[in-house]
């Protein structure tokens, strides 16, 4: 199995920002609140919660742990990768609490932090592309709402981060199997590069 150097897309990753300035001024950072609270502007009212006890999630790549496992600013925890809904091929799935924003190692976040607002798909003709995040979420992004338009050196770097990803046949098969269960739940979803 192709192990991913992820010190090598977190560089890759770090050169361009995808707006030219800082989005969580939209909506208090929506996505790096791990306390919930968000601005009422942005909360989703139609979302529902199928675990009110559980925390928003960043889940980690497969290997990516050895990387970001010395940050004292986030913790990690294990879980079994089939329970809570990973490809059995995973074996377990690190996921990590950071503290918000004022305690965030930029350079040092997470994949899925610096992927988010969007998501790597897979077409039935196995054309990698990078959709807006589709799934519900308890609040509203704004770069989604608005389809604010994202700086175009970025997205070229955030696909080729994915194109290096699919390498692993466990991130391969978490991408392949997401992009076929949007295909036959007929979730609508929208592509942003390449167009
Ligand atoms: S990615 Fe979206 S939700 Fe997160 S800070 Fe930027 S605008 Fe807000
Ligand atoms: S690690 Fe940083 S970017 Fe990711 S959710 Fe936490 S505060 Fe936000």
Not at 51 to 61: A, N, V
Not at 105 to 123: A, D, G, M, N, V
């Amino acid at each position: 199995m192709n192990k991913i150097d992820y010190r090598k897309i977190y560089e890759l990753l770090n050169r361009h920002e995808i707006l030219d300035y800082d989005c969580g001024q939209l909506c208090s950072a929506a996505c790096c609140r791990p306390d919930g609270c968000y601005d009422e502007d942005v909360i989703n009212e139609d979302y529902l919660i199928d675990d009110p006890d559980g925390e928003m999630g960043i889940f980690l790549y497969p290997g990516e742990e050895e990387l970001t496992k010395l940050e004292d600013w986030q913790s990690h925890s294990v879980e079994d990768a089939e329970e809570v809904g990973f490809p059995e091929n995973w074996g377990s799935v690190t996921f990590v609490s950071c503290g918000g924003k004022a305690f965030c190692k930029r350079e040092k976040r997470p994949l899925q932090c610096r992927l988010f607002p969007l998501t790597p798909h897979l077409s039935e003709d196995d054309e990698l592309s990078l959709i807006y995040f589709p799934d519900d979420l308890p609040y509203r992004c704004p770069i989604i709402e608005r389809q604010l338009a994202i700086n175009e050196e970025a997205l070229a770097d955030l696909l080729e981060a994915c194109r290096m990803m699919l390498e692993d046949e466990r991130v391969c098969e978490l991408i392949r199997s997401d992009s076929e269960r949007r295909y036959e739940e007929e979730q609508d979803f929208i592509t942003v590069y390449p167009k």
